[in-house]
């Protein structure tokens, strides 16, 4: 065709263009649409090679820690046999009042709580210091593991599933700026959305000047958003900052998990509660 | 042909570098963009067409492995690509302060592209300290090893070649 002599190259250019801003255009008009074939792909084919990567540097990791750096371990040791006998007599107070709670609930004709199956994995990528923090684990859709499950460590919540691949996933933080949880105060039982800051915290927003918050408060989920069910442990408040001028609290909450460190995660099934 | 054969693989390889190698020995706290170096590479030294199917090929795998919003690092590459590729007939790449200078503009030209997808299109107000800790940075650091990998791609990147 003769109009194409010589403009070959920039229409090619101009056709790759065009399919960059229709993937970034349709991700925008459906954020929460299912994992794309060729995203699946690409999850697939790299993950294994992160897993490789991690795992060795896991593996000096390791033994640096356990055979090389032992300074100040019996000072340590000490440390955490007084912290054990003082949490027992508290495991034994809180055991009593578990057990009051019980007998109280059963008196009232309440539901007991739900206990949600879940589904365990590694870690096996991250990106943690780019402006998207994210980890790749290797349970995927084959595992029964969909976008929106929450993601769970031992000490809390770590955040949710983003994309399913056959067998890796990836879960956004809830450090990431793009994560939004709603969640309470335990002791106050104050609501507020928690925001990543894409930092190593979070902020808890729209949280009204007149509350009494306290740094050390604990921030449970509240089960509100459908994402997260109700009482999972996320972190406790850090700093509460209040301004003359601005009608909510500037609220810092530290995560209970340490996002650098993840290893073994639990995907929370809550899907499969649902009727 | 070797070019389209190998351009996945070699993309794969600095993917899983830059996501995976780099942020472990960084410990988490510098991104080093190795993606975006490679594709002001391929816009100074590789055809328009070849080059642009390497910025897209990097942008679409970060997206996949890394990215919340899919095509934010496709559209950012492709349009440093662009960029970069316009302005190459002009300037010449062998100068250290040069390529110093023009990677760390990019890579804030990439952060700013990402705040203005956020505000413009998504909607969402980024905070400025966000652009501070994480694009500067990595600005810094893309320029510092833009040098000495363009020396090892000028070396060892066969496959470069037109």
Known sequence: MPFLKGRRK??????????????????????????????????????????AVNYVFTAVDDAWERYVFLVGLAEKNRELEEKYLVETRERITYRESYFECLRLKKLLGLKQGVSYPTVAARVVGRERSSL??????????????????????????VGKVIDVSWTVSKVLLLVDYNSSI??????????????????????????????????????????????Y?????????????????????????SPAVDMGRLEELLIVMVKEMTP | MK??????????????????LLDLLFLGRISVELALVLVVYAAFRLDVVKGAFLALFLGFLHDSIGGF???????????????????????????????VGYLSLCMLFQGCFVFFIYHVVAGIDLPASLFIHVFVPQAVVAGVIAPLFFMLLDRYGGIFDD
């Open chain 1, 10 to 51: 920039p229409i090619i250019v101009g056709i790759i263009f065009f399919v960059a801003l229709s993937v970034l255009s349709l991700c925008l008009i459906n954020p929460s649409g299912q994992t794309g074939f060729c995203k699946k792909i690409a999850l697939q084919v790299i993950s294994p090679f992160q897993h």
């Open chain 1, 132 to 157: 998207f923090k994210t980890v790749i684990i290797d349970k995927g859709a084959s595992d029964g593991v969909a976008v929106d499950l929450p993601v769970i460590a031992a000490a809390g919540v």
């Open chain 1, 182 to 227: 709603d969640c309470i105060i335990q002791r106050t039982r104050t609501q507020g959305i928690l925001q990543g800051t894409g930092d190593d915290d979070c902020a808890l927003k729209y949280v009204q000047c007149s509350e009494k918050i306290a740094a050390g408060d604990v921030v449970v989920t509240s089960g509100l958003a459908g994402v």
């Open chain 1, 229 to 253: 069910p109700k009482g999972l442990f996320i972190g406790t408040v850090s700093g509460v900052e209040r301004r003359e001028t601005q009608l909510f609290l500037s609220v810092r909450v």
């Open chain 2, 3 to 20: 070019f389209y054969l190998l351009m996945p693989i070699v993309s794969i390889v600095v993917i899983v570098i830059q996501t995976a």
């Open chain 2, 69 to 99: 919003i899919a095509g934010v690092y496709m559209v950012s590459y492709l349009t440093v690509f662009v960029v970069s590729k316009t302005v190459s007939p002009h300037v010449h790449l062998n100068k250290l302060g040069f390529i």
